[in-house]
Nanobody, 121 residues
Framework: QVQLVESGGGLVQPGWSLRLSCAAS????????MGWYRQAPGKQRELVAT???????SYANSVKGRFTISRDNTKNTAYLQMHSLSPEDTAVYYC???????????????WGQGTQVTVSS
């Protein structure tokens, strides 16, 4: 069984930084893409950033230059470093990943349970 667990959310003031982590665990053969989405109250879930197995990254325009996605393949973990946070970044942040489980010849899309990020003075 495979699961994704996010951590690192919290309450910060505008302009502060925060780093989120997403750890994949279980019977994992390999991990393809990993990414972060967010969902603010009353809004649709939106893509924040993605990273491929070859470390190619992409970002939403709203976070370019402020957020950095990275991954540590030895730990099956993705990170989202966030700088210059503003109240508009307040949301539940979800991790997703395309994972090939052991003995399963296909990529399965998994989601984490989410971690709350609140930016407020």
């Amino acid at each position: 069984q495979v699961q994704l667990v996010e951590s690192g959310g919290g309450l910060v003031q505008p302009g502060w930084s925060l780093r989120l982590s997403c750890a994949a665990s279980g019977s994992i053969f390999s991990i393809s893409f990993m990414g972060w989405y967010r969902q603010a109250p009353g809004k649709q879930r939106e893509l924040v950033a993605t990273i491929t197995s070859g470390d190619r990254t992409s970002y939403a325009n709203s976070v370019k230059g402020r957020f950095t996605i990275s991954r540590d393949n030895t730990k099956n973990t993705a990170y989202l470093q966030m700088h210059s946070l503003s109240p508009e970044d307040t949301a539940v942040y979800y991790c997703d990943a395309g994972i090939i489980p052991i003995a399963t010849p296909t990529v399965i899309h998994y989601w984490g349970q989410g971690t709350q990020v609140t930016v407020s003075s």
